[in-house]
């Protein structure tokens, strides 16, 4: 009889070894599973994903087991909280209240049919507001040439833009407005962008753009003066002008390239070397602006110029 028993003891040892391996797998299984749950909540959704365009967008992955999804952006305690049918939404569009400059940490969790039926929050992203200035609206009066434009909140200057058939015009203005006048006349395409010194503060998109094609007239001359010492004509005009004619004796000798001295409020100062001009003190000088092309003409009076 015990040579009988001998055996079965052997097996009922090996089975009891094997439910414990057994059972300590499990064990070990469970152990990493509550870990991963601990660490991990399988229906929060992922982390607040960001991307800026021409817009700003926040978007977390869709589930359609819930009915929405809520965005929390929160600063110091203050909380922008928005809900949405979608799992995207538009800075701007869908969200107003923050502060140019100030660092927000954005989660968002799955909306269920109750309050308690909602997901836990997505781990939190850091975010700064950055805000872009609105557009202008540029208008153009035909009759003075004059580009205006609307007073934009936080602005701090513009950045206007002429576009011509061979070059693009840029001035940089505090004021709202532009005249034509100070440049040559033609074919322009005209836009205007909104800045900012904030850094926090972007610039604007373009505002529209204004198409025209304008007449420049100059003015007369309004003084001028020849120095026989020098040979050198100066001359003072309310308008900038790149050229003019010049008469001696009422004969058309020239057409010169003028050579800007000083500007102070409207009023320009120029001056043109004469020489190879046999010129005394009663010799007659009289100068005008000149007509350039078909979009920039004058045809008033020349101006009489003191030989000094």
């Known amino acids: 009889m015990e040579t009988k028993n001998k055996p079965q003891n052997k097996d009922r040892k090996k089975i009891l070894l094997i439910l414990i391996g057994v059972f300590a797998g499990i064990c070990v299984a469970v152990a990493i599973a509550l870990a991963f749950l601990l660490n991990y909540n399988v229906s929060s959704p992922n982390q607040v994903q ?25 600063n110091n305690g203050d909380k922008i ?12 569009e869908d969200v107003t209240g923050f502060v140019p400059g100030q660092k927000y940490y954005v989660t968002a969790c799955y909306l269920g049919e109750t309050e308690g039926a909602n997901s836990d929050y997505s781990k939190p992203v850091e975010w700064v507001y950055y805000y872009k200035l609105e557009s202008p609206l540029i208008s153009y009066d035909n009759k003075t040439n004059i ?20 070059n693009t015009i840029s001035v940089k203005l505090t004021e709202t407005k532009y005249d034509l006048n ?6 322009k395409e005209i836009y205007v962008y909104a800045f900012s010194n904030n850094e926090y ?3 604007s998109k373009v505002s529209n753009i204004v198409q025209t094609t304008f007449i420049k007239y100059f003015d007369e001359i309004v003084e001028g003066e020849f120095n ?34 000083s500007e102070n409020d409207g009023v320009y100062i120029y001056s043109v070397i004469l020489e190879n001009f046999a010129i005394s003190a009663s010799t007659n000088i009289e ?4 007509t350039i092309d078909s979009y920039n003409l004058f045809n008033g009076n020349t101006t009489k110029v003191a030989v000094i």
């Open 50 to 74: 960001i991307l800026k365009d021409n817009q700003t967008y926040f978007s977390v992955n869709s589930n359609n087991n819930y009915k929405g999804y809520r965005f929390v952006f929160e």
């Open 81 to 92: 909280v928005v809900n949405s049918s979608k799992n995207v939404i538009i800075l701007e």
């Open 147 to 166: 580009i205006s434009w609307n007073k934009i909140d936080s602005a701090d200057y513009y950045m206007l833009y002429i576009k011509q058939p061979l």
């Open 182 to 187: 100070l440049i040559d006349g033609g074919e």
């Open 201 to 203: 503060l972007e610039q």
């Open 228 to 261: 026989l010492s020098n040979k050198t004509l100066t001359f003072v005009t309310l308008q900038k002008v790149e050229k003019i004619d010049v008469k001696v004796d009422s004969l058309q000798v020239a057409f010169l390239n003028t050579k800007l001295q």
């Open 287 to 290: 100068i005008a602006p000149s």
